[in-house]
């Protein structure tokens, strides 16, 4: 590699393999489907929370994994390349909680994080 520095983590690494084996067995199968319907994709979204990938950023503070921004990055781009419509799900997750983990108080971030942290 020409800039080391730059180098994922051997963490990170796991993570994307980890979450492109689940994208290819259970979200690229209903990629089309999900698409021609409009519906929102509940076996996705149950997938992707039982296996604690929904909401990687919550912090563990608030029940959340405490992943770092890469790690939540690498989550949304390999559910994007098996779907991009089921890549919205921990998108949003993460851009939905930024002014709460940014601004709130504590008082609101333990009342709304740990909830999307279980899903």
């Given at each position: 590699?020409?800039?080391p520095?730059?180098?994922p983590?051997?963490?990170?690494?796991?993570?994307?393999?980890?979450?492109?084996?689940?994208a290819?067995d259970?979200?690229?199968?209903?990629?089309?489907?999900?698409?021609?319907?409009?519906?929102?994709p509940?076996?996705?979204y149950?997938?992707?929370?039982?296996?604690?990938l929904?909401?990687?950023?919550v912090?563990?503070?608030?029940?959340?994994a405490g992943?770092?921004?890469?790690?939540?990055v690498?989550?949304?781009?390999?559910?994007?390349?098996?779907?991009?419509?089921?890549?919205?799900?921990?998108?949003?997750?993460?851009?939905?909680?930024?002014?709460?983990?940014l601004?709130?108080?504590?008082?609101l971030?333990?009342?709304?994080?740990?909830?999307?942290?279980?899903?």
């Amino acid at each position: 590699m020409s800039f080391p520095l730059y180098a994922p983590a051997e963490e990170h690494d796991m993570l994307r393999e980890t979450v492109r084996a689940l994208a290819d067995d259970k979200i690229a199968p209903r990629a089309a489907e999900a698409d021609e319907t409009g519906e929102f994709p509940w076996d996705v979204y149950k997938a992707l929370v039982a296996a604690d990938l929904h909401a990687v950023h919550v912090p563990e503070q608030y029940g959340g994994a405490g992943a770092d921004a890469l790690a939540a990055v690498i989550v949304i781009e390999e559910v994007a390349r098996a779907c991009a419509s089921s890549s919205l799900i921990p998108a949003v997750n993460k851009l939905g909680t930024v002014p709460l983990l940014l601004s709130a108080s504590e008082e609101l971030k333990s009342r709304y994080l740990p909830p999307v942290a279980r899903g």
